[in-house]
Every structure is written in C-alpha cells, then in structure tokens.
C-alpha cells in the first residue's frame, strides 16, 4: 500500500515512532488510497504535542499552531503534522471554542465528519478503521461518525461537505445523514459564503455535479445559498473542465452573470463566466472574426461546451479554433503599426480618436479591407482619419 506520495509521511512517522510516539497518516489519502484514485495532500496526526514535535524534527513552520498543526519540511516534501485533539462546543456553527490535546487516536478519529474520512494508516500498513469506513466505502455511502446532527450542529459546513464528497465519488449520503441535514440546513446561514464558494468550487467541477445539485435540492440546503436551483436536470451527464467553466455552466443554468460574485468568487471568476455567457449568445448567430479575435480559446472552448450540452447544440470547437487560428493577427500587438504612426501621420495630438481609430483598423484588417503592413495602412489612415 505504501506509494510515492506517502514517502515523506512515513518517514516522519517512523523519526516519530522512534521517539516514542504515535503517528499515523489521517484523513483523504486514506480514503482515496483505499479507492485506489489518486492521493494529493497526505497529512500526518501524532500523539506528540507541537513543542515535543519541534524537539524532534529540526525545520517547521507554524501554520495552525493553535490547533496543533505545523508544517515540517525535515523530509523530501513539506507534510503537516496536527496533534491529536478532541473539540470542544461549537458556539457559532464553525469553531470549537477550544482544542484539547490528547494522545488517544480514538478519540481523535471520533471528532472526524465522515467515516470514510475517519481511518488512519499506520507505519506497517494497518488500517485503523474504528467507525466502519471501509465498508461505507464498499457500500458507496457518506455516512456522519457518530450521530450525524451533533456533527452538522457542531460545523455546518459539513453538510455541504457530504454534498461534495457524494458528488465527487458517486456515492449516496445515509439515510440518517440526510436525514440530519434537512433538519439542520437553515444552520448554513451561519456560514461566511467564502467557505460555502470552497466546497461549490469542487461540487461544480465534480464528476458527477447532478447527484451534489439533487441533494442540494432535496435537503433544502439549495435555499440556504444564492440561486434557483430549477434547472439542475441540466447537470446530468456533465462534468466541467475546471473550476472556471463549472461556474459558467451554474450561471447560465440560473441566467445570472453576477452569480460567482454573489458566492464572493474572485474578479478573475466573474469575467471569465461573463466572457462565456457572452460566447454563447454569440454561437446563435454566425460568428464574425472580430468576435473570434476579442474573445480568448479557452472562454470558446466553454462557451461550445455548456451551449452543445444545454441547448443540444452541434458546433464544432475544432472549426473555431481553426478559423480563429487562421485570423490574420492574433492580438494588437501584431499590428504593423502604433499609435506613434497614427499621430505622426495625421499630425494629431492623442485622445480618444486614437483608440477608436485603432480599434477599426484591427476590425478592417480582419475582415480583410486592409493588409496588415504599413504602407497599406498610412493609405487607410489617410482615406478613414479625417479631421
């Protein structure tokens, strides 16, 4: 079972063991181990309190010390290590108002949210499995440790955390699960919306987004966050690129351009989902080469993606990245010419003419009334800048 990505791990955990500790990998790369996907972030919990972790390894960083978490960099790659801890109350739905440090990993296994995330790996390869994980698992189901509405109560973003997992592996939530978050769904309301985008950020670009819409629905969790919600048929059989084009594909379904920013995304999301929306308004209608030339391959490629599988469309990216290719400049910066020229060649001073001025030439030059050379050119100054 011990692959590349928990080289570091173990041998933290062995310099640990040797010291008189216990350690063992935590959390997803258990999980997705056991699923045989691919293990990303392999963290390590310990029986060793943070200054006793600090006499054992010679290079850290604290980066949650309070909680117990700091990050060593002794081994090959960087590995958090967090000491094991138990909670106390929840007394605003997110964060314990204290942490307890233990050295019974029971315990601390017994405050995870789900069982499939409540196993660890030992140095020899055991799996420590004390709430049945590896036969949810089997079974394809997110089940709560323990009583599921202590752990929704406690933290209610967990709720759209099961939402998340189920969409991402496929799997059903039980039914007490579910059960539990309908009763606790208005507890979302307490949530900052920055942690709410976190978990939309991987159920929209999930390989299987319909199931995380249909449980948003079912639970009424959806009436807890921005959108309608009405069209989440629309999620069947499809899975985005990234991240980006998943918020294209929620906004045009809910006709919002302005959704990403209701969920607080970044300025970058929000154009780029505005740059999409705009293409597929554009994909009704033949496609003018100012169009191909303004608007980036990527936002085309989405644009194609969401309008072919809502709309049941049958356009070809393949053709549209080929004429776009094929345009004779691909950004202004190609122009033969500056805005220097055009001033030395009218003899006037700067303003807003300029920019409109070069912009139709770049339009001009597209649709083929102009070469691209500079000769060419001054005669189109000369016949279109009149003042």
């Given amino acids: 079972m011990i692959i590349h990505e928990f080289e570091a791990a173990f041998e933290l955990m062995k310099k640990l063991s040797d010291e008189g500790f216990d350690a063992v990998v935590v959390g997803g790369a258990v999980r997705d181990t056991l699923l045989g996907a691919p293990v990303h972030d392999v963290d390590v919990a310990t029986s060793a309190k943070p200054e006793q972790m600090k006499q054992v390894f010679k290079k850290t960083v604290d980066i949650g010390i309070e909680h117990g978490t700091i990050l060593v960099l002794d081994a090959k790659e960087p590995v958090e290590v967090t000491t094991y801890r138990t909670e106390g109350t929840y007394v605003d739905h997110r964060r314990p108002d204290q942490v307890n440090f233990v050295t019974d990993l029971a315990e601390d296994l017994k405050r995870r949210d789900f069982t499939i995330n409540a196993m660890a790996l030992r140095l020899n390869n055991e799996v420590v499995d004390l709430f049945g994980g590896q036969q ?7 089940r709560a440790v323990g009583i599921a509405s202590e752990r929704f109560q406690e933290d209610a973003l967990r709720m759209l955390r099961a939402v998340r997992f189920s969409a991402k592996l496929n799997f059903t939530i039980e039914e007490e699960t579910l059960r539990a978050m309908t009763v606790h769904a208005s507890d979302l309301q307490f949530i900052a919306m920055e942690r709410i985008k976190a978990e939309f950020d991987q159920i929209v670009r999930s390989a299987h987004p319909y199931v995380g819409f249909k449980q948003l629905k079912e639970t009424t969790l959806a009436a807890y966050v921005p959108g309608n919600f009405e069209k989440i048929e629309q ?9 980006e084009v998943g918020w294209a594909m929620f906004s045009y379904l809910e006709n919002d351009p302005n959704l990403v920013k209701a969920y607080r995304g970044s300025n970058k999301e929000s154009q780029f989902v505005q740059h999409v ?6 994909l009704h209608e033949p496609i003018e080469n100012r169009s191909l030339f303004d608007i980036e391959q990527a936002v085309w490629q989405a644009a194609v993606m969401i309008y072919n599988h809502v709309e049941h469309g049958e356009i070809s990216i393949e053709e549209i990245v080929q004429r776009k290719r094929a345009l004779p400049i691909a950004s202004k910066q190609q122009l ?10 009218t003899g006037q001073k700067g303003g807003p003419w300029l920019k ?3 912009d139709q030439l770049v339009t001009d030059i597209l649709e083929g009334r102009v070469q691209n050379e500079e000769q060419h050119i001054k005669g189109w100054v000369e016949r279109e800048c009149r003042f």
């Fill in 277 to 282: 929306l705009r293409a597929i308004e554009l």
């Fill in 235 to 243: 999620w069947k059989s499809f899975s985005a690129s990234s991240t």
């Fill in 356 to 358: 409109q001025a070069l």
């Fill in 336 to 345: 033969a010419v500056t805005g220097k020229h055009l001033l030395e060649w």
């Fill in 136 to 142: 949810d698992l089997k079974a394809k189901k997110i």
